[in-house]
C-alpha cells in the first residue's frame, strides 16, 4: 500500500488535501515544462494601474486573503504515487515590491521584470503556490498575480483578483471555500460503471480522430527553448467593436471563442503556407463549477477538448467558421466535455511522466499534438475598476507553454476593450515574428 493509500485511512498532519484529478491534468503539463529545463507551469495575471494603490491597504487584504485561504502557503508534495497540498515549516511572503527609482526605460523595467518573475526556476515542493508583486516606476505601476498552475485556472485567478478589489467586506466574506469533493468525481458518481465505460470509449475515439490528421507546428523545434517571453496589444474600443460585431455574424452569440481560434488558425497559416502538417489543432478548456461560484481556489475545470480544422479548409473564410461551429456543436450533442471525466480520472493514477506523454503526444505519429495553446477568459469583470484608489487601465495574462508548440494566445475584453497576450518561448520564435503574426491576426478579425 503506497503513502497516498494510507493517509486515506491515518490521518496525517502535515496534508491538508489530495491534489484531485483536474489538477493532476495541470501538473503534469508542470512536469512536460519542466523536463525542458523550464520553470513549471507558472502562470500570470497583470493590472496596469492610473498609479500606486494604496499599499497599506493593499497589504492588509493580501494577508486576508492569505488568513481566508491558507492553501496559498501550502507545498506541492509527492507522497508515494500520489501529489498532495501539505503544510510547510514556515509561511512565505505573499506579497512583493520591485521598485525602478529613476525615469529611464520605464516601459522595459516593467516588461523585464514581469518576464523574470515568470521565467523563476524553483523547485515544485518549494515554490509559493501564488504571490503578488507590486511593479512600481515614476509614472507607471504593474501588479502581477503569479501562481502555478495546479494551484488554479485561469478563472480561479480572476476571482482571486476580484476578491482583492471587493471594497465590502461582507461581499468578500461570500468568496467560499473550495469543496473537499473534488468536481470530477462528483460527476461520474451521477453515472452507472456501464455509462462511464462508454464514456470512456467515446472519449478514446474522439482523440483517434483528431490524430488521424498531424498537426501543424510553426516553432523552430531545432532550437531549444531559452525563456518565455510575451508581447500584449490592446484595442480601441472601435477595433473590439467590430470584431465583436463580426463574431456575433460568423460564429452567433456563444461563438466568440471559436472566432478567435478560426483567424488565429488563418493568421499562422499566412506566416507560412507550406508549414508541413495537415490540420491546425488548439486545446480548449471546459468549465465543470456553476456560473455564479465564487472558489477561486482548485477550480477543477480543465479537459482537453480540441478544436481542429483541416489545412484545406483555411483558405475559405466562411467554410472553415461553419466546420468550427458544427464541431463544437457535435462536442456539445455528443457529451465530450463529460465523456472525458473517466479519463481524468484514469489518468490521475499515471505518472506524471505517462500522464503528460499521453497529452501532448498523438497516438498515431507520435508528434506534438497541439499546434498552439489558447485561453480566452472572455469579459474580465473584477466589480470595479478601480484597485484600491488607482484605476485599472489595462489587464493581460500570460502562461508557460510546452514546447512544441511553444506559442499560446491568449484573450480578454475589460472595459470594452480587447487585449491580445501572444505568449512565446525563445528562440523557437521571436519578436519580430510575433508581431507579423499579431497584424496577421488584425487583418483576420476585422475583415468580413
Known amino acids: 500500500m503506497d503513502i497516498a493509500a494510507q493517509s486515506m485511512k491515518t490521518p496525517n498532519p502535515d496534508i491538508i488535501q489530495i491534489l484531485n484529478p483536474a489538477d493532476c491534468f495541470t501538473l503534469a503539463m508542470d512536469e512536460e515544462i519542466r523536463q525542458e529545463q523550464m520553470p513549471g507551469s507558472l502562470c500570470g495575471f497583470a493590472l496596469e494601474l492610473s498609479k500606486p494603490p494604496d499599499i497599506a491597504a493593499l497589504e492588509q487584504r493580501i494577508t486576508e486573503f492569505g488568513e481566508r485561504f491558507p492553501l496559498a502557503f501550502a507545498s506541492l508534495q509527492q507522497r508515494g504515487k500520489r501529489f498532495f497540498w501539505c503544510t510547510r515549516e514556515q509561511k512565505h511572503p505573499l506579497f512583493y515590491q520591485h521598485t525602478k527609482t529613476n525615469n529611464a526605460d520605464e516601459t522595459s523595467f516593467h516588461k523585464d521584470a514581469v518576464v523574470k518573475l515568470l521565467n523563476h526556476k524553483q523547485a515544485r515542493e518549494t515554490i509559493a503556490p501564488v504571490e503578488f508583486h507590486l511593479i512600481s516606476s515614476a509614472t507607471k505601476t504593474t501588479f502581477l498575480m503569479r501562481w502555478i498552475h495546479p494551484f488554479c ?212 505519429s507520435g508528434t506534438e499534438r497541439s499546434s498552439f495553446w489558447f485561453s480566452d477568459i472572455g469579459h474580465v469583470d473584477l466589480s470595479s475598476s478601480v484597485f484600491l484608489g488607482s484605476d485599472i487601465t489595462k489587464i493581460y495574462h500570460l502562461c508557460q507553454i510546452s514546447s512544441p508548440p511553444a506559442l499560446a494566445f491568449l484573450s480578454c475584453q475589460f472595459n470594452k476593450q480587447l487585449t491580445f497576450s501572444y505568449n512565446f518561448i525563445e528562440p523557437l520564435f521571436s519578436q519580430k515574428w510575433i508581431e507579423r503574426l499579431h497584424q496577421n491576426m488584425l487583418e483576420e478579425l476585422l475583415t468580413p
Request: aromatic share 10%; with cysteine.
Open 153 to 364: 485556472d485561469a478563472r480561479g485567478a480572476d476571482l482571486i483578483l476580484k476578491y482583492l478589489c471587493t471594497e465590502s467586506l461582507t461581499a468578500r466574506n461570500r468568496f467560499d471555500q473550495p469543496k473537499l469533493e473534488p468536481l470530477v468525481n462528483k460527476q461520474l458518481a451521477k453515472y452507472k460503471w456501464w455509462q462511464k465505460v462508454s464514456l470512456f470509449l467515446k472519449a478514446k475515439r474522439y482523440i483517434s480522430k483528431l490524430d488521424s490528421l498531424q498537426s501543424i507546428i510553426h516553432a523552430d523545434t531545432s532550437l531549444a527553448p531559452q525563456q518565455l517571453n510575451f508581447n500584449t496589444y490592446t484595442l480601441s474600443p472601435e477595433q473590439t467593436q467590430v470584431i465583436n460585431a463580426l463574431a456575433r455574424q460568423q460564429v452567433g452569440l456563444t461563438g466568440t471563442s471559436l472566432y478567435y481560434v478560426g483567424c488565429f488558425m488563418r493568421a499562422l497559416h499566412k506566416m507560412n503556407p507550406k508549414q508541413p502538417g495537415e490540420a491546425y489543432c488548439t486545446p480548449y478548456a471546459f468549465n465543470l463549477r456553476k456560473n455564479k461560484a465564487l472558489s477561486p481556489l482548485l477550480s477543477n475545470h480543465v479537459a482537453p477538448l480540441f478544436a481542429q480544422a483541416p489545412k484545406t479548409l483555411l483558405n475559405d473564410k466562411t467554410a472553415l467558421f461553419e466546420h468550427l461551429k458544427q464541431q463544437s456543436m457535435h462536442t456539445l450533442r455528443e457529451k465530450l466535455d463529460y465523456a472525458f471525466l473517466p479519463v481524468m480520472w484514469a489518468a490521475s493514477w499515471l505518472s506524471l511522466e505517462q500522464h503528460g506523454e499521453k497529452l501532448r503526444k498523438s497516438m498515431r
